[in-house]
């Protein structure tokens, strides 16, 4: 089934591309997609409804040492989850949330970033010259929201989901995770 269904979508990605380009995408994640095979011979989720069971969203870091779930004794199912760099309250968060608020069952956010968050360690112009360096293009168009101060910017993000009307009956904290403990403080 699973074969049938890849071959299917390499015929028409072969019809879009060129076929070295699908053939290297699709070695790019056959280590994932085998992982998901075993995944489906045990999936246990079935039936799980789309509202968050315990009305939470927790917006943090795309950091990969970060298991919200885990970290916060949280099943699939209990939470929606919302990540970006520096686990910053952008445009779309708010959006997100306003959808997540009304109609996923969620009355509480946690912004939580994290120690050692790059985002925080470097300014902006130190990130373009990086990606630069990393032989990726001019990137001074973009603004990456760096800060200096994490906890100020925490609270500050918090204050804005406070502050915006469409989102004035939201509870929100924000929290600082120890990447190197696990434990998670509030600052607000
Ligand atoms: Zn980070």
Same mark, same amino acid.
């Given at each position: 089934?699973?074969?049938?269904?890849? =071959? @299917?979508?390499?015929?028409?990605?072969?019809?879009?591309?060129? #076929? @070295?380009?699908?053939?290297?995408?699709?070695?790019?994640?056959?280590?994932?997609?085998?992982?998901?095979?075993?995944?489906?011979?045990?999936?246990?989720?079935?039936?799980?409804?789309?509202?968050?069971?315990? $009305? &939470?969203?927790?917006?943090?870091?795309?950091?990969?040492?970060?298991?919200? &779930?885990?970290?916060?004794?949280?099943? !699939?199912?209990?939470?929606?989850?919302?990540?970006? =760099? $520096?686990?910053?309250?952008?445009?779309?968060?708010?959006?997100?949330? +306003?959808?997540?608020? #009304?109609?996923?069952?969620?009355?509480?956010?946690?912004?939580?970033?994290?120690?050692?968050?790059?985002?925080?360690?470097?300014?902006?112009?130190?990130?373009?010259?990086?990606?630069?360096?990393?032989?990726? !293009?001019?990137?001074?168009?973009?603004?990456?929201?760096?800060?200096?101060?994490?906890?100020?910017?925490?609270?500050?993000? +918090?204050?804005?989901? @406070?502050?915006? !009307? #469409?989102?004035?009956?939201?509870?929100?904290?924000?929290? &600082? #995770?120890?990447?190197?403990?696990?434990?998670?403080?509030?600052?607000?």
């Amino acid at each position: 089934m699973a074969e049938r269904a890849i =071959a @299917h979508a390499l015929a028409l990605s072969a019809s879009r591309c060129a #076929y @070295h380009v699908v053939v290297e995408v699709e070695r790019s994640f056959q280590d994932v997609l085998e992982a998901n095979e075993a995944y489906v011979s045990g999936f246990r989720l079935k039936g799980l409804q789309a509202t968050a069971a315990r $009305g &939470l969203a927790i917006l943090t870091c795309m950091d990969s040492r970060i298991e919200p &779930l885990g970290m916060l004794g949280l099943d !699939p199912g209990d939470a929606k989850i919302l990540r970006n =760099a $520096g686990a910053r309250v952008t445009d779309d968060v708010l959006r997100t949330l +306003v959808l997540a608020s #009304y109609l996923l069952g969620v009355d509480r956010a946690m912004v939580i970033g994290h120690t050692s968050c790059r985002m925080f360690a470097n300014t902006e112009d130190q990130v373009h010259e990086a990606i630069a360096e990393a032989g990726g !293009p001019d990137t001074r168009s973009l603004s990456f929201l760096m800060g200096t101060e994490q906890n100020e910017a925490i609270i500050s993000d +918090v204050q804005r989901i @406070h502050s915006w !009307p #469409y989102l004035a009956h939201l509870k929100v904290g924000g929290f &600082l #995770y120890d990447t190197d403990s696990g434990r998670i403080t509030q600052l607000c």
